[in-house]
């Protein structure tokens, strides 16, 4: 066989070419499958007639089908793409998803600006009833019953800097502020250092009454779970604790106690399972949650709490109103109980997966969006690619595309240790990583990064 060269391969493309000539790709299994359940269910048609409002009948130029729209947000899910930009990007170089969306190759996809201005038009409750439609599929599916929930809560990095903070009063900036402080206790023309020096010494320096972002008006200066400072949001879940379903989503101030955001989660939660079932029966959160007020709200609502009760020594009830120490006593009954074991132990696993899906191989720990309005909206269509992911595990075994290359692999690594190639192997130094590598390779030519580095991690064919 003769070496191909890259001199050969330049030539002036044709001017005119034939559509039976154009290579074509088969498409995704993962993606020709979820288009098949978005038809099944009559997904463009709900959205279109849901849109409707935004538009002026057919005067003027077409715009992007509201169906290309949210299914470019759902890729952003499924792919793990944080910006608009990484999403219009990706729609455009991939065939397969140039036929999700139901691109041809002489049409050109709609670009990042397309993608952001579509969103600033579509209100908040327009992709919250997205969200809603797709409970509704998981519940005539029997994926999703709303009775028992789980509540927890997680901050995202907001896309703003600590270093552009300024004032709420006057709009002075963080440096001018420290420098005139530093001028008044006696430091003249003071250095970059001596600044930094001083200001490490002041008490209470960044408080969310004293300044804000110029930026981001809603972000809140918080301490992250790593220990850093950022400016930052907190969002907040209502996760079916029989399914794993996502109930409801919430982007609250990053500043609020999870006592005092609660209830707005509860109360969307609440509405969502009343459209699908019963509504919410029985709540459980950890101790970040706890307070008698808290509980006696639940009790009104007729709501059984199992909620974590920090050690606070003993109470003394006699300042407080009438009811709190019945409740408190009560849910800490409950604690004692073996089903609240079991509770315990599914918000743990259900509340931090839907963390690590939509925040983590979703690409949304840090935001590339500003103000709670726009935030919320990428939340909302993350949280139904998240049920959409949890429908499609049902359906075909994997919820998102990356998995499927996982899944073979272990098919074929099964394969491999019932041939007889396994013994043969052992007989010599090097072959087993030369003829894995040949055998993967065949079967999957363009492997991740991080799909490479767990295969560089795998024990070879003779190991045990």
């Known amino acids: 066989m003769a070496m191909g060269k890259r001199s050969k391969r330049e030539r002036q493309e044709e001017l005119w070419m034939a559509t039976a000539t154009i290579v074509e790709t088969s498409g995704h299994v993962f993606y020709e499958r979820l288009n098949e359940v978005l038809a ?11 849109c409707r409002r935004y538009y002026r009948g057919r005067v003027g130029r077409p715009s992007m089908a509201p169906g290309v729209y ?48 579509t969103r600033r038009l579509y209100w908040l409750s327009t992709h919250q009833a997205v969200f809603g439609w797709v409970l509704k599929v998981l519940a005539t599916e029997g994926l999703v019953l709303g009775e028992t929930i789980a509540i927890d809560a997680t901050t995202l990095e907001a896309n703003a800097a600590m270093r552009s903070i300024v004032r ?52 809140r200066i918080t301490r992250m779970k790593d220990g850093r400072t950022h400016l930052a949001h907190k969002a907040e879940h209502a996760v079916d604790l029989s399914t794993g379903a996502l109930v409801s ?66 109470r003394r009830w006699t300042d407080k109103p009438d009811g709190q120490q019945q409740q408190v006593y009560g849910n800490r009954r409950r604690l004692r109980g073996g089903r ?18 939509m925040y983590e191989t ?10 709670r309005t726009n935030i919320l909206k990428r939340l909302v269509v993350h949280g139904a690619g998240f049920n959409l992911a949890l429908y499609m595990r049902s ?27 396994r013994p043969q192997i052992a007989t010599t130094a090097c072959p087993p990583r030369q003829t894995l590598d040949a055998l993967l390779s065949r079967t999957f030519p363009l492997r991740p990064p991080h799909l490479r580095r767990r295969l560089n991690n795998t024990p070879s064919a003779t190991g045990c």
């Not at 315990?344 to 899906?357: G, I, M």
Request: net charge positive.
């Open 40 to 50: 099944e269910h009559d997904f463009d048609r709900r959205i279109e007639h849901l």
């Open 70 to 117: 949210f299914r470019m947000l759902l890729v952003g899910y499924f792919e793990g793409l944080d910006s608009e930009r990484a999403i219009a990007w990706r729609v455009a170089d991939s065939l397969s998803l140039r036929k999700f969306l139901g691109y041809g190759l002489d049409e050109k996809t709609p670009d990042h600006s397309t993608l952001s201005r």
């Open 168 to 219: 709420r009063d006057t709009g002075e900036a963080y440096d001018a502020y420290i420098r005139q402080l530093a001028e008044a206790a006696g430091l003249e023309e003071p250095t970059r250092e001596q600044l930094a020096r001083f200001d490490r010494k002041r008490k209470k320096k960044g408080t969310n009454r004293e300044w804000k972002s110029p930026h981001d008006p809603d972000a």
């Open 249 to 314: 989503v919430t982007l609250q101030a990053a500043d609020q106690g999870d006592t005092t955001t609660i209830m707005e989660t509860l109360e969307a939660a609440d509405l969502a399972a009343a459209s699908i079932g019963q509504g919410v029966r029985e709540v459980v959160a950890d101790k970040g949650y706890h307070s008698a007020a808290v509980l006696v709200d639940l009790r009104d609502q007729d709501i059984r709490s199992y909620v974590c009760e920090p050690d606070r020594g003993r």
């Open 340 to 357: 609240n074991a079991q509770l315990q132990r599914k918000r743990q696993e259900l509340a931090e997966r839907s963390f690590a899906h």
């Open 362 to 371: 979703g690409a949304m720990r840090r935001l590339h969006l500003r103000g």
């Open 395 to 421: 359906l075909i075994g994997v919820g998102k595309p990356r998995q499927l290359t996982l899944t073979t692999l272990r098919r074929l690594f099964r394969l491999l240790s019932r041939l007889s190639l």
